[in-house]
Structures are given as C-alpha cells and as structure tokens.
C-alpha cells in the first residue's frame, strides 16, 4: 500500500471527495499498482492496460476514468463478460456515480445485456450508445456499435474493459477482437484494459496492438499461499516468494478428500472463513454439499430457510433452504438470478462459512473469501471426450477470489490435491505462479464468412482491401503470423472467398468499382450475431413454410395455434447451426446436456412442418422446444425441471435466454426478407418470389417477437399484458406464478381486475395470497393498478419526452398530443406531422362517409392510411374499432394500401394477439407513436426505419424501434 498519491496524479476534487479510500488519519491509501496506474497518468486521460492480481485495486482505478471522462463530458463506457456482472456494476455506478458525476439524472446511466437494454428509471432509451454512462457486456455492445453503423470517431469517448483476456476465450473471443478492432480503428479519447490473468508476453503485445501505456505488478497486496495436498504431505508456494517451493506434513488423519480438508481448514483455531470449495461440475456442489451438512452435523436436522419465500419454487432452492442457516451454500448456474442473489447477499453479510460453487462466484465479483478448496481441477473437453486440466489462468483467477483487499484475512489459502505422482507433475503448473498460457487467436478462418458480415453490416469496412487490412492487423492475425506463417499467408484468399460466398447468398453486393455494402438481409444477420449459416437456415424454413405458419396465427375468427406455431418455430432455430454442429461448424450456443436423455413429446404430429423433419435423429432440439412451449403456457419451472434427471432451473432460462435471443434474430431477418422496397437484385434466391409471398411473410415478424417476449416471461398471449402493471418505481411488482394465479381464477382483462365488486376483491385476494407483502394491499394495489395503467403511461411518457425536446421550437407539442382527444386529437396529429415535414393528407373530410382520416407519405416509402380512435380515460380501443380502417381505405379506393390504427389513450390488450393476421393491418398507442416521431424529429430514426416499424402487421412498440444508423 502507499499512503501518498503520486505528483501530478490528476485526481479532481471531486473524485478524491467520492473516489478515494483513505486511511485512519484521513490520508489517502491506494495499492502499488493503483499508484502506479495514477503515476502512469489514468486520471489525466492516458489510455493504460492494467494486468494485476485480483484483489489489487483495478476496479477503483476504472473507476477514476470512468468518473474523470464524465467531468470532462465525455461519453463512458464499461464493458464485463457476463449479464449478471453488469447488473452488479449498474447498481454500483448508480450509488457511486449518479449524484455527484450524472447529477442524479437517471436517463445518462444505461445498462445493456442480451436481456435488456434500460436506463437507471427502467426506461428503454432512443440512443444507449449517446448515454454519459453505458455498462454492457463486450457482446451487447458490438451489438448496438453495429446496428447503428460503427462510428467512424470515438475520440469523445472514454472505454474501460473489464477482464479483456476475453480475447482469449474459444467461444467468445472473436466477437471481443472485433469490438476491440473497431474501437482501435475508430480512436477513442482514453482506453483502459483490465486483467488478472495475462501472462507477460500478451500483456506487451496487447498493450502494443492497442497503443496504450501498460501498467503490470504482479504482487498482491494480500498474499495467497498455495497448498497441493498429496500423499502425506503438502507441497506450498506463497505469492510473496513465488520462486520458493516448501514443503510440510498434513493435518493429521485427513485425507485428500475436499470435505475433509474443509473440516481441517474450519476446525483450526484462526479457521480462514468463509471458504469456497470449486466444483468443475454443477452436480458436484450439491453432492458435496450434502456431503458437508451431514459429515459436519452428523445428521441433526436443521431449521428451514425464509430466505426464498416468495419465489419460484425449484430443486436448487429447496435444497438450499435446507443447509443456508447451517451457513452453507451452493452457487452455479443452475440458480435463478433471484437465489444467486440471496446466497451472494448472505456470503456479503458475513452469515456463511462455506459456498460451493463452480466458476460463477469467479466472475469479478468481490466477496470476502478467506480460503479457496478445488474439489478438482480437471473439466471435460466434449471435443477430446475426456477431462483435461483447467488453464491455469482459469485456476489463478478463481484461487485469487481469495484474500482480497478490504477483508479480515491476513493471508488467503488455496488448496488442491493430487492422489499420484502423475497427478503431482501436472497439477504442478499451477504452483509456477508466474507462468500462464499464452492467449490463443480467435479470429480464424472457419469464422470467416460471419465476420466479414460483421464488417460490411457495420459499416467498418466497404472494400475487399479494407476487410483484408482489418483483419489482417488483427491480434490473432500477429499472433498467427507468428506460430504459422504459411497459413497466414493464405489469409486474404480465404478472406476473398468468404466475402465473395457473401455476395453469392446476396447479404452483400459489389458494385463494378468493387465498393462492398451489406443488403437489409445481410445487415439483418450481421446486427443479429446470427452466423451467415443461420441466416440461410432461418430464411428457407420461413420462405418455403410461410403459408403454414401464417395459418397458425390467431384472427377475429379463428383462435389459431398458437402453441404449434412456437413449437415449429422454437424448433427451427434450436436446430439452427446456432445451436447444433452442421457441415464441420461448431455451433455458437449449448443446448442443456439432459435434453439429450429421453424424448418429451412424439414430433411426428409436427414433423411435416419441421425444419428438421428427422427430429428422432437428433431430439435435444425437440425437447428443448417442447420445454420452452410448457413454460409459455405456463408450467412451473419447478414442474419443467422434473421432467428430466438432473435439469435444473438455471439450465431451462439459460436456454430460454437463448432462444429468445434466437428468435429476435429470426424476426429481424423476417423483416428485412418482406420489405418489397428491396430490388430483386438485392434478395436471395430463396426471395425471388412474388409481392403475395412477401405480403404473407410480412405478417410473421411481430408474431415472432412476441413470441420472444412471452419466453422472457413465461406467460400465456392472454395474459402478458400485465407484466406492464409493474413499472420502476412501483410498490409492488407481479411475479409470474402470480399473473398465472389471477388467470386461474378467471381475471385476465383491465376490466375485470380492476372491479371493485366483493367477488372481484375476494378472487385478486385469493390469487396474491402468496405474497410476501400484505394480500389485501397488494390486491388494492392492482385493481387501481389497472384502472390508471395507460393514463400513467402517458403521464411518464410525456414527462420523459418533454425533458428531451426543451431544445425544440415546438416542445409544447408533447403536452398537446398525450392530453388531446376526438377532435382536438386530430388537430395535434396533423400539426405535429406539419412540423416534421410529412407529407400528410386529410382523407375524411367530412364529406366523405366512413372515410379514413389520412393518407401519410413519409421518403422514400409507400403512402400510408391512417385511423385515429381515441376514448376517454380508462376505456381502450377493441378490436372492431382498430380494423375499421380496413373497410373504410377499401370502400375509398386505398385497398392496396398498408393501414395503421393510432390508438388514444391505447388498444385493448386481446387485439394484438389477432392482430398479426391482418396482413396490411398495424394498431400502435399515443406512446409508442409519440417516441417514434420525437425520434424522428431529433433524426435518432430515419423515414425509412419509421415506415418499416408502422407497416408491419401487429402492434408497434417502442422495444421494436431501430437505433439510429449513423453510418
């Protein structure tokens, strides 16, 4: 530790106010490679990579050119590698930062994962990439740089990379290269890497590809001794003389056994708590769980947990209320995000001894560890078909969990075990503390094709010589060079294929000049993440079974089949290469191992309409869609995880998180395939069919999203609209088995939840008897709820949107279009529509029976009919009110024309479930619209990203609005 800052360490005073620990005496306190950082000139803007034991201080250093770019009015930004990471981060920066750096506006600090994109009001913002304060994992990021065209200059924007050796990982490195590429190639105005784990050699280089200053200590300001438990004796290392290996005899009578060396470490007199014990398999932190209790309590049986009360049940959570006040835990994956976040906050507050857990407690995250037991050290390699050592910069960065700064333990213990002599020489590598693996490339030529779409999609490169340049200047490419020049060499060949395969599949077209740019389809694909195979495999199942599908979809008339249509859908994309091997491609995501144990379901009913007719050939697919269509109707995740040995509810939403985000993809394809503006040139082969094709086509995209929003929820069409009951800010929220219990009971609509009868009262009491909260209260809460739901959305909406267009000439216009009605309504829309410069036409003029009211042009795009229907408060649009203007641009010489309903103060909750079957049909409420043309206005959405929202069948929401393309 030092306890003086460095000269010149360009520390305001305003972040050593809020930023900086200070010792006893009121001085500053900051750890060696803190003031190194400091002294390197972090604070004063210098780009640094910063390689440091875990537990040294490297989150507060970001946290000093996070908060210094915000006075200096830069944009921030602070990427991690997992969703759960950046939760933590938000809530972090939202207490850290907000007040004294974001002048607790809650609009300029954003969060965005693969789940959610938000701001700290919960509100979903017009440009993520614009807020003062971004945290977003390394892929959502790429995401949004590529769906807005990546900037051609970032030089206002300060960038802080947590756990950069991401670059390294098998599956996620090449995304991470890439983001860091285009951040390298667009400039930025201060870069900070992050990282436990480099070993020196990739340090340099990294720190030299990026051009920026590196920063690395290897000594930890608290020390770890490392022990490796072997017959009879313990072969040790301590990180404070890494050169020295002792020895020392065992405990006496234990066994190299994890639990009894548990026993050993918690029976001694200074015993290091609490400690962690590392399982390399989920089944085993349970096992030895069991194990522990019943060795350490010798069969006494304990009280039952509280702690998850109020929550889902599941098997994770009815063991753990089991042994969690014994003070053991368990922590994997299988968890929900509700229970890790009841065992974190336990670990937090001192009130466990012992967690067992798998790498996900290794993730950055800083709990107060005193020990660290690997229960083994071996994973399994499903390439090899057997175990292999773990990296031992994956064992260094979980054993370095332990002994962190800030905590009681005055050194930190780490202890493994090896039974042989064999076991001894390989587990040896992890006692060479100084010696880690060299980070592999991870752009290779088997991905080339989906990274040449990423490039062109994003506008980083337009040339075949701009893509080879890239590329070939990536760090892989250096490293590649290197070890293998010869298939280096060979690179911008492949790279010419892959661009050239590109064209052939018409997600890229080539002018005569060679000027390359990406087709709405090709951007579609790029923006997904998807891989090019994926984009092929998605758009002939939906080309060649479009008629079948759209029959399924819901109408006035029919109830459709809605349930078939998300298992043949479900079932197309997890058998997508997404999911599955195809012609020698690894695929992007993992399916549950279980599913591969038994069929759930006979697909044959299915099989004619299957991507995968052969379903029986491969049935993890097929059981994963038919888990994930009973969850949609409702089924109880705890019911879902006994339907097959050993599934578990962190595995189920893990493959809901994936589907959903498979299906998202799959709707932005479906989109771009049915845009008749798009030249037949442009279109794949599999597109060169007729408007009446596309015009079917056109009806599935909005069917598909919801579809993805029902698997984020879990709920059934009738009843998802009350998941909008519960926003930020509220006293109560729904959960899902409650939704589901007022459904059973019967109240699925506004109008019946919110009656105030006896019977009303005594069925929304019965249905919340579950909750932690007062029934009867919460009960209240919901029928009044109900009955202000979409005046309230209106009042936020206008609140919101008055704020962003103070700067406008016009801002009064807000006010106006959320408080207007009939009439007065009408006035507003064409005043607004006047001020933006849109072409708008009166149709009903009074003297026209059953008239629709306007006839609207926006550039570059068809005309479009619109209705307006507004109703007094508490009273929505149904759904013969909404389809009228389908008869009227009939009667009045429009039938070709694409209608759009605006609904005032919203539309009635059961139409947008039938609505997707009108094929020229779109309804979308005052809120959604006012976003939309504020959008417009601030040139955040371009006439023609309006007009594809607005024409395609459905209901337009914010959520599916584009970001801006700047490129």
């Not at 919960?122 to 614009?130: A, H």
């Not at 098998?170 to 860091?180: A, H, T």
């Not at 019943?294 to 947990?305: H, L, R, V």
């Not at 408007?691 to 698997?711: C, E, F, H, K």
Request: with cysteine; proline share 5%.
């Amino acid at each position: 530790m030092k306890y003086e800052l460095p000269v010149d360490h360009g520390l305001s005073g305003e972040l050593e106010q809020h930023l900086l620990f200070r010792d006893a005496s009121g001085g500053p306190a900051v750890s060696d490679v803190q003031y190194e950082a400091l002294a390197a000139g972090v604070a004063r803007g210098e780009s640094v990579l910063v390689v440091s034991p875990t537990s040294t201080g490297k989150t507060q250093i970001a946290l000093w050119a996070i908060a210094g770019g915000l006075e200096r009015g830069c944009n921030t930004v602070y990427l991690v590698t997992h969703r759960a990471l950046a939760k933590q981060k938000f809530e972090d920066f939202r207490s850290q930062l907000l007040g004294p750096f974001l002048g607790d506006n809650a609009a300029s600090l954003v969060v965005a994962t693969g789940d959610y994109v938000e701001d700290a009001e919960g509100i979903v913002p017009s440009e993520p990439l614009r807020a003062p304060l971004l945290v977003a994992t390394y892929e959502k990021y790429l995401a949004l740089l590529s769906a807005s065209g990546a900037p051609k200059d970032m030089r206002n924007t300060v960038v802080v990379c947590d756990e950069i050796q991401l670059i390294g990982d098998f599956s996620r490195g090449q995304n991470v290269e890439v983001l860091l590429t285009l951040l390298r190639n667009a400039g930025w105005k201060q870069f900070v890497g992050l990282s436990a784990v480099l070993q020196q050699r990739d340090a340099n280089d990294l720190a030299n590809w990026l051009k920026v200053k590196l920063v690395a200590l290897n000594a930890r300001e608290k020390h770890l001794r490392y022990e490796c438990w072997t017959e009879g004796r313990m072969v040790v290392v301590n990180s404070d003389k890494p050169d020295q290996t002792e020895e020392a005899s065992l405990p006496a009578g234990v066994t190299l056994d994890p639990i009894a060396a548990l026993m050993s470490l918690l029976g001694q007199q200074d015993s290091p708590r609490p400690v962690i014990v590392f399982c390399m398999k989920k089944q085993d932190t349970y096992d030895l769980a069991r194990r522990f209790v019943e060795t350490a309590y010798k069969g006494q049986k304990g009280q039952m947990s509280l702690a998850f009360d109020g929550l889902p049940a599941t098997s994770a959570n009815e063991f753990l209320a089991g042994i969690l006040e014994r003070r053991v835990a368990c922590h994997t994956a299988d968890l929900t995000d509700e229970e890790r976040h009841v065992v974190e906050t336990y670990l937090l507050d001192g009130r466990l001894d012992v967690v067992f857990a798998t790498s996900t407690l290794a993730a950055g995250v800083n709990f107060p560890l005193g020990a660290a037991v690997f229960a083994g050290w071996s994973r399994w390699d499903s390439d090899l078909r057997t175990r292999v050592p773990m990296e031992t910069s994956d064992f260094h960065n979980m054993a370095g969990r332990v002994g962190r700064m800030g905590f009681a333990h005055e050194r930190g213990r780490v202890v493994f075990f090896a039974s042989t002599k064999h076991e001894l020489a390989v587990a040896s590598k992890y006692l060479a503390l100084g010696e880690l693996p060299l980070i592999e490339p991870r752009v290779q030529p088997q991905r080339f094709s989906q990274l040449a779409l990423q490039l062109v999609a994003s506008g980083l490169c337009v040339t075949q010589d701009e893509v080879e340049r890239l590329v070939c200047s990536s760090f892989s490419a250096l490293r590649e060079e290197d070890r293998n020049t010869v298939a280096f060499r060979r690179w911008p060949e492949l790279l010419k294929g892959a661009v050239a395969g590109l064209v052939d599949l018409r997600f890229v077209v080539s002018t005569s000049t060679g000027r390359l740019a990406a087709t709405p389809l090709g951007k579609a694909i790029g923006h997904s993440g998807l891989l090019p195979e994926t984009g092929v495999f998605l758009l002939r199942y939906l080309v060649n079974k479009a008629n079948a599908l759209v029959q399924l979809l819901p109408s006035a008339i029919s109830g459709g089949d809605t349930r078939r249509l998300a298992f043949l859908l479900f079932s197309a994309c997890l058998a997508s290469p997404e999911f599955r091997p195809q012609g020698g491609m690894k695929p992007t995501r993992t399916l549950p191992y279980p599913l591969d144990a038994v069929p759930l379901v006979d697909a044959d009913g299915y099989s004619a309409d299957l991507a995968e007719p052969m379903w029986n050939a491969d049935i993890m697919p097929i059981n994963g869609t038919w888990l994930s269509c009973e969850w949609l109707d409702g089924v109880a995740i705890r019911t879902l995880e006994g339907t097959l040995e050993n599934l578990r509810a962190g595995m189920l939403h893990e493959l809901f998180r994936n589907l959903g985000w498979a299906l998202q993809g799959m709707a932005e394809i479906a989109a771009a395939a049915c845009d008749k503006r798009v030249p037949q040139s442009n279109r794949p082969v599999s597109l060169h069919v007729d408007d009446g094709t596309l015009n079917v086509l056109a009806r599935l995209p909005r069917a598909i999203r919801r579809l993805s929003y029902r698997l984020t929820e879990g709920l059934p069409d009738d009843v998802l609209w009350m998941v909008g009951l519960s926003t930020p800010g509220s006293p109560y929220q729904l959960r899902r088995d409650e939704v589901l219990a007022l459904r059973e009971v019967g109240l699925t609509t506004p109008e019946a939840l919110m009656l105030g009868s006896q019977d009303a009262d005594a069925a929304r009491v019965k249905a919340l008897a579950g909750a932690k909260q007062d029934s009867q209260a919460k009960a209240n809460w919901l029928r009044d709820a109900c009955r202000s739901w979409k005046s309230n959305q209106r009042v936020r909406a206008a609140e919101r949107q008055a704020r962003r267009a103070k700067k406008c000439p016009r801002a009064d216009f807000v006010e106006r279009f959320y408080h207007a009605a009939g009439n007065d309504f009408e006035r507003v829309f064409e005043d607004v529509l006047a001020y933006l410069k849109v072409d708008c036409k009166r149709l009903d003029d009074k003297t026209k029976t059953g008239a629709p009211d306007y006839l609207i042009q926006l550039p570059s795009s068809p005309p479009l009919v619109v209705e307006l229907k507004s109703r007094e408060a508490g009273k929505l649009i149904d759904y013969n009110r909404a389809v009228e203007v389908l008869a009227a641009s009939e009667v009045h010489g429009y039938k070709d024309a694409f209608c759009v309903t605006l609904c005032q103060p919203g539309v009635d909750p059961s139409v947008p479930t039938v609505i997707a079957s009108c094929e020229r049909l779109s309804v979308i409420e005052a809120v959604d619209l006012g976003e939309a043309l504020l959008r417009y206005c601030e040139g955040t959405l371009s006439g023609e990203q309006l007009y594809r929202w607005l024409a395609t069948p459905g209901q337009s929401l914010i959520a599916d609005l584009p970001y801006r393309e700047y490129a």
